[in-house]
Protein backbone atom coordinates (compact mmCIF):
# COMPACT_ATOMS: atom_id res chain seq x y z
CA UNK A 1 0.00 0.00 0.00
CA UNK A 2 2.89 2.39 0.80
CA UNK A 3 4.07 1.76 -2.66
CA UNK A 4 0.99 2.25 -4.48
CA UNK A 5 0.66 5.75 -2.48
CA UNK A 6 4.17 6.62 -3.49
CA UNK A 7 4.07 5.42 -7.35
CA UNK A 8 -0.01 6.56 -7.63
CA UNK A 9 1.07 9.99 -6.18
CA UNK A 10 4.46 10.54 -7.89
CA UNK A 11 3.20 9.60 -11.56
CA UNK A 12 0.28 11.95 -11.22
CA UNK A 13 2.66 14.77 -10.15
CA UNK A 14 4.07 14.02 -13.02
CA UNK A 15 1.60 13.75 -15.66
CA UNK A 16 0.40 17.11 -14.13
CA UNK A 17 3.53 18.46 -14.56
CA UNK A 18 3.99 17.64 -18.58
CA UNK A 19 0.39 17.39 -19.95
CA UNK A 20 -2.13 18.97 -17.49
CA UNK A 21 -4.95 19.42 -18.97
CA UNK A 22 -3.85 17.85 -22.01
CA UNK A 23 -6.55 16.20 -23.96
CA UNK A 24 -4.00 12.29 -23.81
CA UNK A 25 -4.18 13.01 -20.45
CA UNK A 26 -7.83 13.88 -19.47
CA UNK A 27 -8.58 10.14 -21.76
CA UNK A 28 -6.07 8.28 -19.92
CA UNK A 29 -8.08 9.53 -16.67
CA UNK A 30 -11.34 9.00 -17.67
CA UNK A 31 -10.78 5.77 -19.20
CA UNK A 32 -8.27 3.93 -17.26
CA UNK A 33 -7.22 5.58 -14.28
CA UNK A 34 -10.64 6.18 -12.82
CA UNK A 35 -12.78 2.79 -13.68
CA UNK A 36 -9.78 0.61 -11.93
CA UNK A 37 -10.43 3.20 -9.17
CA UNK A 38 -14.15 3.06 -8.99
CA UNK A 39 -14.56 -0.77 -9.76
CA UNK A 40 -11.91 -1.31 -6.73
CA UNK A 41 -14.09 1.20 -5.04
CA UNK A 42 -17.78 -0.94 -6.03
CA UNK A 43 -16.09 -4.28 -4.90
CA UNK A 44 -15.77 -2.35 -1.36
CA UNK A 45 -18.81 -1.08 -1.05
CA UNK A 46 -20.52 -3.93 -2.68
CA UNK A 47 -19.37 -5.55 0.92
CA UNK A 48 -21.18 -3.07 2.91
CA UNK A 49 -24.54 -4.63 4.12
CA UNK A 50 -23.76 -8.59 4.63
CA UNK A 51 -20.75 -7.33 6.77
CA UNK A 52 -22.54 -4.57 9.00
CA UNK A 53 -25.60 -6.76 9.05
CA UNK A 54 -23.80 -9.73 10.07
CA UNK A 55 -21.36 -8.24 12.92
CA UNK A 56 -23.94 -6.01 14.45
CA UNK A 57 -26.20 -9.30 15.40
CA UNK A 58 -23.37 -11.66 15.93
CA UNK A 59 -21.65 -9.13 18.24
CA UNK A 60 -25.23 -8.47 19.67
CA UNK A 61 -26.27 -11.88 20.09
CA UNK A 62 -22.92 -12.50 21.72
CA UNK A 63 -23.62 -10.70 24.97
CA UNK A 64 -26.41 -13.34 26.26
CA UNK A 65 -27.94 -10.28 27.46
CA UNK A 66 -30.28 -12.73 29.01
CA UNK A 67 -28.08 -14.07 31.57
CA UNK A 68 -25.51 -11.27 32.23
CA UNK A 69 -26.97 -8.57 34.38
CA UNK A 70 -24.72 -5.76 35.65
CA UNK A 71 -22.10 -6.85 34.02
CA UNK A 72 -22.91 -6.95 30.57
CA UNK A 73 -25.01 -3.31 31.38
CA UNK A 74 -22.36 -1.69 32.30
CA UNK A 75 -20.11 -2.89 29.31
CA UNK A 76 -22.87 -1.83 27.34
CA UNK A 77 -23.53 1.65 28.98
CA UNK A 78 -19.31 2.17 29.66
CA UNK A 79 -18.65 1.66 25.55
CA UNK A 80 -21.00 4.23 24.27
CA UNK A 81 -20.41 6.84 26.57
CA UNK A 82 -16.18 6.24 26.07
CA UNK A 83 -17.09 5.72 22.18
CA UNK A 84 -19.02 9.41 22.14
CA UNK A 85 -16.47 11.16 24.07
CA UNK A 86 -14.02 9.77 21.10
CA UNK A 87 -15.93 10.50 18.47
CA UNK A 88 -16.21 13.92 20.14
CA UNK A 89 -12.78 14.95 20.10
CA UNK A 90 -12.21 13.33 16.76
CA UNK A 91 -15.50 15.98 15.18
CA UNK A 92 -14.19 19.26 17.67
CA UNK A 93 -10.51 18.59 16.46
CA UNK A 94 -11.40 18.77 11.98
CA UNK A 95 -14.08 21.89 12.83
CA UNK A 96 -11.30 23.24 14.91
CA UNK A 97 -8.19 22.38 12.58
CA UNK A 98 -10.34 22.37 8.82
CA UNK A 99 -7.62 20.16 7.30
CA UNK A 100 -9.73 19.91 4.54
CA UNK A 101 -10.70 23.02 3.96
CA UNK A 102 -8.95 25.39 1.45
CA UNK A 103 -9.15 22.46 -1.11
CA UNK A 104 -8.60 23.40 -4.70
CA UNK A 105 -12.27 24.47 -6.93
CA UNK A 106 -11.62 21.06 -9.26
CA UNK A 107 -12.62 18.85 -6.12
CA UNK A 108 -15.82 20.42 -5.84
CA UNK A 109 -16.23 20.49 -9.30
CA UNK A 110 -15.84 16.50 -8.70
CA UNK A 111 -18.16 16.29 -5.82
CA UNK A 112 -20.66 17.73 -8.09
CA UNK A 113 -20.05 15.43 -10.59
CA UNK A 114 -20.19 12.47 -8.79
CA UNK A 115 -22.64 13.48 -5.99
CA UNK A 116 -25.68 11.22 -5.40
CA UNK A 117 -28.84 11.75 -3.71
CA UNK A 118 -28.20 12.88 -0.21
CA UNK A 119 -31.09 10.85 2.10
CA UNK A 120 -32.66 12.55 4.72
CA UNK A 121 -29.94 11.28 7.03
CA UNK A 122 -29.15 15.49 8.21
CA UNK A 123 -32.52 15.49 9.72
CA UNK A 124 -32.31 12.74 12.17
CA UNK A 125 -35.33 11.88 14.30
CA UNK A 126 -36.30 9.26 16.71
CA UNK A 127 -38.97 8.17 14.27
CA UNK A 128 -36.76 7.69 11.14
CA UNK A 129 -34.15 4.98 13.73
CA UNK A 130 -36.84 2.28 13.12
CA UNK A 131 -37.48 1.15 9.20
CA UNK A 132 -40.67 0.25 8.03
CA UNK A 133 -39.03 -2.68 5.81
CA UNK A 134 -34.99 -3.29 6.58
CA UNK A 135 -34.65 -4.90 3.09
CA UNK A 136 -35.66 -1.29 1.72
CA UNK A 137 -33.54 0.34 4.11
CA UNK A 138 -30.91 -1.47 2.68
CA UNK A 139 -31.50 -0.89 -0.59
CA UNK A 140 -32.48 2.67 -0.48
CA UNK A 141 -29.09 3.18 1.40
CA UNK A 142 -30.75 4.02 5.19
CA UNK A 143 -27.96 2.68 6.87
CA UNK A 144 -29.40 4.32 10.16
CA UNK A 145 -32.69 1.78 9.65
CA UNK A 146 -30.81 -0.88 8.96
CA UNK A 147 -28.39 -0.65 12.07
CA UNK A 148 -31.07 -0.08 14.20
CA UNK A 149 -32.70 -3.57 12.88
CA UNK A 150 -29.44 -5.35 13.10
CA UNK A 151 -28.85 -4.56 16.55
CA UNK A 152 -32.79 -5.05 17.35
CA UNK A 153 -32.34 -8.58 15.58
CA UNK A 154 -29.46 -9.34 17.63
CA UNK A 155 -30.98 -8.39 21.03
CA UNK A 156 -33.89 -11.38 19.96
CA UNK A 157 -31.27 -13.40 19.07
CA UNK A 158 -29.52 -13.39 22.32
CA UNK A 159 -32.37 -13.71 24.15
CA UNK A 160 -33.99 -17.20 22.38
CA UNK A 161 -32.25 -20.25 23.22
CA UNK A 162 -33.72 -22.69 20.86
CA UNK A 163 -32.03 -25.25 18.43
CA UNK A 164 -33.10 -23.53 15.23
CA UNK A 165 -32.26 -19.96 16.79
CA UNK A 166 -28.54 -21.21 17.48
CA UNK A 167 -28.49 -22.54 13.89
CA UNK A 168 -29.85 -19.25 12.78
CA UNK A 169 -26.56 -17.83 14.57
CA UNK A 170 -24.01 -20.39 12.92
CA UNK A 171 -25.21 -19.43 9.47
CA UNK A 172 -25.01 -15.18 10.23
CA UNK A 173 -21.59 -16.19 11.77
CA UNK A 174 -21.17 -17.81 8.80
CA UNK A 175 -21.81 -14.56 6.38
CA UNK A 176 -19.86 -12.65 8.62
CA UNK A 177 -16.90 -14.92 8.05
CA UNK A 178 -17.58 -15.30 4.56
CA UNK A 179 -18.08 -11.27 3.98
CA UNK A 180 -14.65 -10.80 6.05
CA UNK A 181 -13.09 -13.21 3.79
CA UNK A 182 -14.19 -11.32 0.54
CA UNK A 183 -13.17 -7.87 2.00
CA UNK A 184 -9.30 -9.81 2.73
CA UNK A 185 -9.50 -10.58 -1.16
CA UNK A 186 -10.47 -7.23 -2.14
CA UNK A 187 -7.87 -5.26 -0.26
CA UNK A 188 -5.41 -7.47 -1.46
CA UNK A 189 -5.79 -5.73 -5.29
CA UNK A 190 -6.49 -2.47 -2.84
CA UNK A 191 -2.22 -1.30 -3.79
CA UNK A 192 -3.72 -1.39 -7.43
CA UNK A 193 -6.97 0.36 -7.01
CA UNK A 194 -5.20 3.23 -4.32
CA UNK A 195 -2.68 3.80 -6.91
CA UNK A 196 -5.34 4.42 -9.72
CA UNK A 197 -7.15 6.52 -7.55
CA UNK A 198 -4.13 8.70 -6.55
CA UNK A 199 -2.85 9.37 -9.81
CA UNK A 200 -6.52 10.86 -10.80
CA UNK A 201 -6.73 13.17 -7.79
CA UNK A 202 -2.89 13.99 -7.86
CA UNK A 203 -2.65 14.49 -12.38
CA UNK A 204 -6.00 16.53 -11.48
CA UNK A 205 -5.19 18.43 -8.45
CA UNK A 206 -1.01 18.87 -8.30
CA UNK A 207 0.58 18.83 -4.58
CA UNK A 208 -2.20 20.35 -2.69
CA UNK A 209 -3.97 17.64 -2.00
CA UNK A 210 -1.15 15.53 -0.50
CA UNK A 211 -0.73 18.79 1.83
CA UNK A 212 -4.34 18.27 3.33
CA UNK A 213 -3.95 14.76 3.77
CA UNK A 214 -0.79 15.05 5.70
CA UNK A 215 -2.99 17.68 7.88
CA UNK A 216 -5.47 15.17 8.31
CA UNK A 217 -3.19 12.37 9.55
CA UNK A 218 -2.19 14.35 12.24
CA UNK A 219 -5.38 15.60 13.53
CA UNK A 220 -6.15 11.68 13.81
CA UNK A 221 -3.23 11.06 15.82
CA UNK A 222 -3.88 14.43 18.13
CA UNK A 223 -7.54 12.72 18.35
CA UNK A 224 -6.28 9.38 19.63
CA UNK A 225 -3.64 10.89 21.54
CA UNK A 226 -5.60 13.02 23.87
CA UNK A 227 -8.22 9.88 23.74
CA UNK A 228 -5.65 7.20 25.50
CA UNK A 229 -3.76 9.38 27.44
CA UNK A 230 -6.51 11.88 28.56
CA UNK A 231 -9.89 10.03 28.41
CA UNK A 232 -8.66 6.74 29.36
CA UNK A 233 -6.01 8.06 32.14
CA UNK A 234 -9.32 9.33 33.76
CA UNK A 235 -11.08 6.62 33.27
CA UNK A 236 -9.19 4.13 35.32
CA UNK A 237 -8.62 6.44 38.09
CA UNK A 238 -11.94 7.83 38.76
CA UNK A 239 -13.89 4.78 37.30
CA UNK A 240 -11.66 2.19 38.14
CA UNK A 241 -9.69 3.21 40.49
CA UNK A 242 -6.16 2.55 39.55
CA UNK A 243 -2.85 4.37 38.93
CA UNK A 244 -2.65 5.65 35.33
CA UNK A 245 0.77 4.92 35.64
CA UNK A 246 0.18 1.68 36.79
CA UNK A 247 -2.47 0.83 33.84
CA UNK A 248 -0.03 1.66 30.95
CA UNK A 249 2.43 -0.24 32.35
CA UNK A 250 1.12 -3.24 33.15
CA UNK A 251 -0.61 -2.76 29.49
CA UNK A 252 2.47 -2.52 27.77
CA UNK A 253 2.65 -5.60 26.25
CA UNK A 254 -0.69 -5.51 25.05
CA UNK A 255 0.01 -2.42 23.18
CA UNK A 256 3.00 -3.31 21.47
CA UNK A 257 0.92 -6.22 20.01
CA UNK A 258 -1.96 -3.93 18.99
CA UNK A 259 0.26 -1.84 17.56
CA UNK A 260 2.10 -4.29 15.57
CA UNK A 261 -0.82 -6.47 14.21
CA UNK A 262 -3.13 -3.56 13.70
CA UNK A 263 -6.07 -6.20 14.95
CA UNK A 264 -8.28 -6.34 17.99
CA UNK A 265 -8.95 -10.24 17.33
CA UNK A 266 -5.77 -10.87 16.68
CA UNK A 267 -4.37 -9.16 20.28
CA UNK A 268 -6.94 -10.57 22.06
CA UNK A 269 -4.59 -13.43 23.67
CA UNK A 270 -2.18 -11.22 25.25
CA UNK A 271 -4.77 -8.55 26.12
CA UNK A 272 -6.47 -11.53 28.59
CA UNK A 273 -2.74 -12.61 29.55
CA UNK A 274 -2.06 -8.87 30.63
CA UNK A 275 -5.40 -8.59 32.34
CA UNK A 276 -5.22 -11.01 34.22
CA UNK A 277 -1.81 -11.66 35.27
CA UNK A 278 -0.12 -7.38 34.87
CA UNK A 279 -3.77 -5.59 36.25
CA UNK A 280 -5.09 -8.86 38.42
CA UNK A 281 -8.17 -8.36 37.19
CA UNK A 282 -10.86 -11.31 37.92
CA UNK A 283 -10.57 -13.73 34.98
CA UNK A 284 -14.53 -13.64 34.60
CA UNK A 285 -14.55 -10.11 34.20
CA UNK A 286 -11.53 -9.98 32.33
CA UNK A 287 -12.77 -12.55 29.87
CA UNK A 288 -16.11 -10.82 29.11
CA UNK A 289 -15.19 -7.23 28.65
CA UNK A 290 -12.03 -8.40 26.37
CA UNK A 291 -13.79 -10.61 24.18
CA UNK A 292 -16.65 -8.49 23.85
CA UNK A 293 -14.39 -5.23 23.58
CA UNK A 294 -12.85 -6.89 20.55
CA UNK A 295 -15.72 -6.85 18.70
CA UNK A 296 -17.43 -3.85 20.17
CA UNK A 297 -15.31 -1.35 21.90
CA UNK A 298 -13.76 0.47 19.42
CA UNK A 299 -12.81 4.06 20.78
CA UNK A 300 -10.28 4.11 18.16
CA UNK A 301 -11.80 3.10 15.24
CA UNK A 302 -15.22 5.51 16.08
CA UNK A 303 -13.19 8.35 16.05
CA UNK A 304 -11.21 7.61 12.79
CA UNK A 305 -14.31 7.27 11.06
CA UNK A 306 -15.80 10.62 12.35
CA UNK A 307 -12.80 12.58 11.97
CA UNK A 308 -12.21 10.64 8.35
CA UNK A 309 -16.15 11.50 6.83
CA UNK A 310 -15.72 15.41 8.22
CA UNK A 311 -12.23 15.80 6.37
CA UNK A 312 -13.25 14.15 3.24
CA UNK A 313 -16.68 16.41 3.49
CA UNK A 314 -14.24 19.28 3.67
CA UNK A 315 -12.13 18.62 1.24
CA UNK A 316 -15.13 18.18 -1.44
CA UNK A 317 -16.35 20.83 -0.17
CA UNK A 318 -19.93 19.20 0.81
CA UNK A 319 -21.55 21.15 3.42
CA UNK A 320 -22.95 19.30 6.73
CA UNK A 321 -24.64 21.48 8.96
CA UNK A 322 -24.73 20.89 12.95
CA UNK A 323 -27.45 18.30 12.62
CA UNK A 324 -25.99 16.22 10.23
CA UNK A 325 -22.40 15.93 12.22
CA UNK A 326 -24.65 14.94 15.09
CA UNK A 327 -25.94 12.04 12.71
CA UNK A 328 -22.21 11.35 11.64
CA UNK A 329 -21.69 11.04 15.16
CA UNK A 330 -24.31 8.51 16.20
CA UNK A 331 -23.58 6.24 13.08
CA UNK A 332 -19.97 6.06 13.92
CA UNK A 333 -20.99 4.84 17.99
CA UNK A 334 -23.46 2.64 16.83
CA UNK A 335 -21.08 1.13 13.98
CA UNK A 336 -18.01 0.84 16.10
CA UNK A 337 -19.94 -2.08 17.75
CA UNK A 338 -20.00 -3.57 13.91
CA UNK A 339 -16.62 -2.90 13.01
CA UNK A 340 -14.84 -5.97 12.67
CA UNK A 341 -11.49 -6.15 14.60
CA UNK A 342 -9.35 -7.15 11.84
CA UNK A 343 -6.91 -4.42 9.91
CA UNK A 344 -8.71 -2.17 7.46
CA UNK A 345 -12.18 -3.44 9.20
CA UNK A 346 -13.53 -0.02 9.31
CA UNK A 347 -13.54 1.12 5.57
CA UNK A 348 -16.39 -0.33 4.89
CA UNK A 349 -18.17 1.63 7.27
CA UNK A 350 -16.61 5.01 5.94
CA UNK A 351 -17.75 4.06 2.58
CA UNK A 352 -21.06 3.75 3.31
CA UNK A 353 -21.42 7.05 5.68
CA UNK A 354 -19.72 8.64 2.87
CA UNK A 355 -22.59 7.73 0.38
CA UNK A 356 -25.19 8.36 3.00
CA UNK A 357 -24.21 12.02 2.77
CA UNK A 358 -22.75 12.49 -0.74
CA UNK A 359 -19.34 13.02 -0.58
CA UNK A 360 -16.96 11.26 -3.51
CA UNK A 361 -16.30 8.16 -2.65
CA UNK A 362 -13.16 8.41 -4.84
CA UNK A 363 -11.54 10.00 -1.26
CA UNK A 364 -11.34 7.00 -0.01
CA UNK A 365 -8.15 6.22 -2.03
CA UNK A 366 -6.47 8.97 -0.13
CA UNK A 367 -7.57 7.37 3.22
CA UNK A 368 -6.48 3.91 1.62
CA UNK A 369 -2.90 5.13 1.25
CA UNK A 370 -2.30 5.99 5.01
CA UNK A 371 -4.62 3.81 6.59
CA UNK A 372 -2.30 1.00 7.70
CA UNK A 373 -0.44 3.42 9.67
CA UNK A 374 -3.76 5.24 11.14
CA UNK A 375 -4.84 1.59 11.68
CA UNK A 376 -1.90 0.31 13.87
CA UNK A 377 -2.12 3.49 16.12
CA UNK A 378 -6.27 3.49 15.89
CA UNK A 379 -6.36 -0.43 17.08
CA UNK A 380 -3.79 0.60 19.84
CA UNK A 381 -6.32 2.69 20.79
CA UNK A 382 -9.21 0.10 20.84
CA UNK A 383 -7.16 -2.37 22.96
CA UNK A 384 -6.10 -0.08 25.60
CA UNK A 385 -9.57 0.93 25.86
CA UNK A 386 -10.93 -2.83 25.94
CA UNK A 387 -8.14 -3.14 29.32
CA UNK A 388 -9.32 0.38 30.55
CA UNK A 389 -13.76 -1.05 30.85
CA UNK A 390 -12.07 -4.36 31.59
CA UNK A 391 -10.70 -2.43 35.13
CA UNK A 392 -14.54 -0.05 35.70
CA UNK A 393 -16.22 -3.61 35.63
CA UNK A 394 -13.98 -5.24 37.79
CA UNK A 395 -14.21 -2.61 40.34
CA UNK A 396 -18.16 -1.79 39.48
CA UNK A 397 -19.45 -5.37 39.64
CA UNK A 398 -18.65 -5.96 43.45
CA UNK A 399 -16.59 -6.44 46.16
CA UNK A 400 -15.52 -9.95 44.61
CA UNK A 401 -13.40 -8.33 42.35
CA UNK A 402 -10.76 -7.10 44.53
CA UNK A 403 -7.53 -8.67 43.91
CA UNK A 404 -4.75 -7.36 46.04
CA UNK A 405 -2.74 -4.65 45.89
CA UNK A 406 -1.40 -5.07 42.29
CA UNK A 407 -4.92 -4.38 41.21
CA UNK A 408 -8.16 -2.63 41.38
CA UNK A 409 -8.00 -0.30 44.27
CA UNK A 410 -11.38 -1.07 46.03
CA UNK A 411 -12.59 1.05 49.03
CA UNK A 412 -13.76 4.49 49.45
Known sequence: MLVAIVVGAAAGLAANALGGGSPWLEWSLVHVAQPVGQIFLRLLFMLVVPVLFSALVVGVAGLELGQLGRMGLRMLGYTVAV???AVAIGVALVDLVGPGRGAPDSLRELARQGATVRPSAGSFSLVGLVPMNPIKAAADGDMIGLIFFSLFFGVGLALVRTEPAARLREAIEGLYEVSM?????????????VAALLFAMTARLGADVLVQLAAYVGVVLVGLALQMGVVYSLSVRFLGGMSPWRFFAGSRLAVVTAFSTASSSATLPTALKVAEEELRLPPAVARFVLTAGSAMNQNGT?????VTVLFLAQLFGVELDLASQVGVMGICILAGIGTAG???GSIPVVAMILQM?????EGLGLILGVDRFLDMARTTVNVAGDLAAAVYVARAVGPGCETGPAGVEHGG
Do not use: H, N, Q, T
Open 181 to 193: RLIAIVLRVAPVG
Open 357 to 361: YGIPL
Open 342 to 344: VPA
Open 83 to 85: SSV
Open 302 to 306: ALFEG
